[in-house]
């Protein structure tokens, strides 16, 4: 096990692409913000606040496991099975000296292992008395998703950690408690801990298991096979266990004047930030970010800055990554940008349009068209479906987004992808349609 110790955390650095230009008028401003952290278990970086980081100590995680164990989990028998061995495996990849639980899901929440309204800590004894701990699932029950929530909250709050993360696995919808009450958990857990969501087979909710991602930060997708849940567990926690550094957020301030239009996250999935903002002090707000290991990521900051004349220049959003002090001191600064707006006449120079801003755009408007379509597929209207899809393969073709395009083909035949040019297949597999809706919001970085 490598030693993650004070002087090896990540480095963040931001680059800021855009057009600064704008005509005499002009107010819009957008940026393509790029985030990326290097050397968390490498090369070494920036020394971190924090107890655990100031004593040279690896970074501490915590980790929960929430399996469905609903009645429908017994259909087929092999899902239940397939799910054991799933949790099995991830426990196998946890590092030495995190700690997890094992949460069984029904119309409650139930502690598997350890099952004392604690934590173990990973190591090979505690690894073989989870794994004997499983033999015990089984499948009886409803589905409460956010009683499940709820207590993984519980047990991650009370754990001295850096990085808190859940892992959450499900098979139906959630049919026994209210919509409001899975919304008010997730709200109450957001900012707590990240989430990992999957839904395996064909008969739960996209938009449930999709939402709980969303809201906790984490990754959403569909294991149709429940044969390929050992794997996907395993690369959802080799994922967690390479994560170094929580709760960085994207802190935007802005001048006298300037409205912030929207922040997204652009890549590698697209999310909506705008609505997380929290206010930072005088026109600053922060937008999380989540937990971070070596890697990179890209954010859309749009901006309305107030009318100029021409050969005027301002700054228009100063944009910092910021990490809280567990202390409750100052926060840590750790990169900055800055987005400007400058003024011209040269029409050449004030219409051109970045190349990042408009490949993610791009990436946006093909989210967007991708559910518009399914979504007038279910309801019937197959012209808007066809059209709505048909700008969706066209957009992937463009940008180079392989994998949604090759999603696309399972649900419409492609006559001509430059012009958006398809037909709707009469029939389409559930899964097909469950993984193209799933898998919507992912994106292709911009090629630099």
């Not at 390929?228 to 390479?242: H, N, Q």
Request: with cysteine; hydrophobic share 40%; glycine share 10%.
């Amino acid at each position: 096990m490598a030693n993650f110790s004070k002087s090896n955390v990540p480095q963040f650095s931001v680059e800021v692409y855009q057009n600064a230009y704008l005509p005499e008028g002009g107010r819009e401003v957008n940026a393509i913000v790029t985030v990326t952290s290097t050397g968390g278990g490498t090369t070494g970086g920036i020394p971190l606040s924090g107890p655990s980081r100031a004593a040279g100590r690896a970074t501490r995680a915590a980790v929960v496991i929430m399996v469905d164990c609903s009645g429908s989990m017994d259909y087929p028998p092999t899902k239940m099975r397939n799910a054991r061995d799933a949790t099995a495996a991830a426990i196998d990849t946890l590092r030495d000296g995190t700690s997890f639980a094992v949460v069984a899901g029904t119309h409650v929440a139930r502690e598997v292992y350890p099952g004392n309204g604690a934590l173990a800590v990973a190591d090979a004894r505690t690894r073989a008395e989870a794994r004997e701990a499983l033999r015990a699932l089984s499948a009886g029950g409803g589905t409460a998703i956010g009683t499940w929530l709820r207590l993984a909250d519980r047990l991650l709050g009370a754990a001295e950690v850096d990085i808190r993360h859940g892992i959450l696995l499900t098979d139906g919808r959630n049919e026994h408690e209210a919509p409001e009450d899975l919304r008010a958990a997730l709200a109450s857990c957001a900012g707590r801990f990240t989430c990992d969501a999957r839904g395996v087979g064909t008969d739960w909710e996209v938009k449930e298991v999709t939402g709980i991602a969303s809201a906790l930060l984490g990754t959403a997708d569909i294991v149709a096979d429940p044969a390929g849940l050992a794997a996907d567990f395993t690369r959802m926690m080799e994922s967690a266990m390479g994560k170094e550094v929580a709760d960085v957020a994207l802190r935007l301030w802005t001048p006298v004047g300037v409205e912030i239009g929207y922040v997204k996250q652009v890549a590698p999935a697209v999310v909506d930030l705008t609505g997380r903002r929290t206010e930072a002090g005088p026109r600053a707000g922060d937008y999380p970010t989540g937990s971070w290991g070596d890697e990179s990521r890209d954010y859309h900051v749009c901006v309305r800055v107030p009318q100029a004349g021409i050969g005027q220049e301002m700054l228009a959003s100063r944009v910092s990554l910021i990490l809280p002090d567990p202390s409750g001191g100052a926060p840590q600064t750790l990169s900055q940008g800055l987005v400007r707006a400058v003024w011209t006449d040269d029409m050449a120079a004030s219409t051109s349009i970045n190349p990042q801003v408009a490949h993610y755009t791009g990436q946006a408007e093909l989210a967007q068209v991708i559910q518009q379509g399914l979504n007038a597929r279910k309801s019937g209207d197959l012209d808007g479906a066809t059209a709505k899809l048909g700008r969706a393969v066209q957009l992937a073709s463009a940008s180079g987004n392989e994998d949604t395009a090759k999603l696309l083909s399972k649900v419409v035949d492609v006559v001509d992808a430059a012009t958006g040019t398809v037909r709707l297949k009469a029939t389409v597999a559930d899964a097909d349609e469950m993984t193209l809706e799933t898998r919507s919001t992912k994106t292709v970085r911009v090629k630099r």
